[in-house]
Structures are given as structure tokens and as C-alpha cells.
């Protein structure tokens, strides 16, 4: 299982970008997705999450701002971001529990870059 991400880029404060993060494989079933971000020097952290229920969970400074959805049918999950800040300035990268070849696991895609200049 492979997941690739992909919609980073470089943007002025207040505008948009959405991003997108593909799963293919020996894909079961895919449980609760997310996205994740490490800004400049810091640790990474949790942006958004979404289970396969549908619920969402946001980290406070992008409530408002960032939705997540997913499109199970095409194994893919997104994170549209608007309002964006130069704070919002990070590596974000995708993660999701994929229930596999007998087995749950976590999956991680490679980070795409996302700038915020003012």
C-alpha cells in the first residue's frame, strides 16, 4: 500500500489550496485518515482527521479555515485549506489506517510543501 500525496505549493496569505493524498494497493478498507504537518523547526502535528464514519477532528488553529473529506470509491482523501496563513507555512503529509492483507496498518505518503507568504 502506497500513499502519495500531492497540491502543495506556494501561496499568498489568504488564499486557497487543497490538497490531495491517493491510496493504491492491497487495499481492504480504509479506517480513520488524516492530515499531519511539521512546520520549520517544530514538531509535526495533527491538522485534521476523518474516520470512515465521517467524523472530523481539527486542530484548533485551522477550525474554520481547513475541511478534510475523503472519497472512499477513490481511495483518496483531501484537505482543502483556505484563509491561509504564513503560520500554516509546513511540510504536510497524509496518513490513514488501512485495514490490509489480514491486518490493520498505519500508512504514511511522502509530504508535499505548503508556503504562506505575505
Known amino acids: 500500500v502506497q500513499l502519495q500525496a500531492s497540491g502543495g505549493g506556494l501561496v499568498q496569505a489568504g488564499g486557497s489550496l487543497r490538497l490531495a493524498c491517493a491510496a493504491a494497493g492491497n487495499i481492504v478498507s480504509i479506517q480513520t485518515v488524516g492530515w499531519y504537518r511539521r512546520p520549520p523547526g517544530k514538531q509535526r502535528e495533527m491538522v485534521a482527521t476523518i474516520t470512515k464514519g465521517g467524523s472530523t477532528n481539527y486542530a484548533d488553529s485551522v477550525k474554520g479555515r481547513f475541511t478534510i473529506s475523503r472519497d472512499d470509491a477513490k481511495s483518496t482523501e483531501y484537505l482543502q485549506m483556505n484563509s491561509l496563513k504564513p503560520e500554516d507555512t509546513a511540510v504536510y503529509s497524509c496518513?490513514?489506517?488501512?485495514?490490509?492483507?489480514?491486518?490493520?496498518?498505519?500508512?504514511w505518503g511522502q509530504g508535499t510543501l505548503v508556503t504562506v507568504y505575505s
Open positions: 496518513g490513514a489506517v488501512i485495514w490490509t492483507v489480514g491486518e490493520f496498518k498505519d500508512y
